[in-house]
């Protein structure tokens, strides 16, 4: 019976999230071991980078998606209106 109420599609994206905060989760507690000089070595080498790359495709994907959800909605909003 309870078998029933699992749903697919919750089960499915839980096992995908899991998946995906798994190297996230070890590289961000890595960085409170004593022995591990993991974040001097992101500084130094590739850590502004890093965030100058994710600030860049974060900035652009919100402009691209206001612009096709923008126009998509005003092209669908004259066209219901004109008939």
Do not use: H
């Not at 798994?22 to 980078?49: A, G, H, R, W």
């Not at 919100?62 to 669908?76: C, E």
């Amino acid at each position: 019976m309870y078998l029933k109420k699992i749903n697919f599609w919750f089960l499915s994206s839980l096992l995908v999230s899991i998946f995906v905060a798994i190297p996230i989760v070890t590289v961000f507690t890595s960085f409170f071991e004593d022995t591990s000089n993991y974040y001097q070595i992101l500084k130094d080498t590739f850590l502004f980078e890093y965030i100058f790359n994710s600030l860049v495709l974060l900035i652009s994907v919100l402009v691209l998606t206001f612009l096709i959800g923008t126009s998509t909605a005003y092209s669908q909003f004259l066209f219901t209106n004109s008939l």
